[in-house]
């Protein structure tokens, strides 16, 4: 790591983790689909700690290999949009996602906000975009500061006597 950010900056880092409390615990968006999201903007951003994070979340709510790595296809937005592994909310939810996390050239336009209105009511889109901006914000600390991901061994399994 470049720099310990958490420890340089514990307020900040206090902060960011508050609104991730605030999304998993306050709001009524699924935690797979948090994942879902935080896995597709981790992947655009190339935020390697992230990914590896949001692929472990994924994998302890039983996700298929096939829903995580059509997330992490990178070539093809089409991979999940035409997939049939994803209802229409989560495709929403990812196409915004996709929109937000290149806004440079996406810009969020009219048409994209119609879009994910129809799945999404008011305070749950504000939501969803709380958790986009949160998660590109992590994406850039770790991207900026090196951050590394180092899978956690399994606990070992307690022998049993048969």
Same mark, same amino acid.
């Given at each position: 790591?470049?720099?310990? *950010?958490?420890?340089?900056? /514990?307020?900040? *880092?206090?902060?960011?983790s508050? =609104?991730?409390? *605030?999304?998993?615990?306050?709001?009524?968006?699924? /935690?797979?689909?948090?994942?879902? +999201?935080?896995? @597709?903007a981790?992947?655009?951003?190339?935020?390697?700690?992230?990914?590896?994070?949001?692929?472990?979340?994924?994998? $302890?709510?039983?996700?298929?290999d096939?829903?995580?790595? &059509? +997330? $992490?296809?990178?070539?093809?937005?089409?991979?999940? #949009?035409?997939?049939?592994?994803?209802?229409? @909310? !989560? #495709?929403?939810?990812?196409?915004?996602?996709?929109v937000?996390t290149?806004?440079?050239?996406?810009?969020?336009?009219?048409?994209?906000?119609?879009? +994910?209105?129809?799945?999404?009511?008011? $305070?749950?889109?504000?939501?969803?975009?709380? &958790? +986009?901006?949160?998660?590109?914000?992590?994406?850039? =600390?770790?991207?900026?500061?090196?951050?590394?991901? $180092?899978p @956690?061994?399994?606990a /070992?399994? /307690? !022998?049993?006597?048969?």
């Amino acid at each position: 790591m470049r720099l310990p *950010y958490t420890k340089l900056a /514990p307020e900040a *880092y206090a902060r960011l983790s508050a =609104l991730g409390h *605030y999304l998993s615990t306050e709001t009524t968006l699924e /935690p797979v689909l948090l994942e879902l +999201i935080f896995l @597709r903007a981790s992947t655009l951003n190339g935020c390697n700690f992230c990914v590896g994070l949001h692929t472990a979340a994924l994998k $302890k709510h039983n996700e298929p290999d096939t829903r995580i790595d &059509a +997330i $992490k296809a990178m070539d093809s937005i089409a991979d999940w #949009q035409a997939s049939d592994a994803f209802t229409p @909310r !989560e #495709q929403a939810a990812l196409a915004w996602t996709d929109v937000l996390t290149n806004l440079q050239a996406t810009h969020a336009s009219d048409a994209d906000f119609a879009a +994910i209105s129809e799945h999404f009511h008011d $305070k749950n889109l504000v939501d969803l975009t709380f &958790a +986009i901006a949160e998660i590109n914000a992590w994406n850039r =600390l770790g991207v900026a500061f090196g951050a590394e991901w $180092k899978p @956690r061994p399994a606990a /070992p399994v /307690p !022998e049993t006597n048969a």
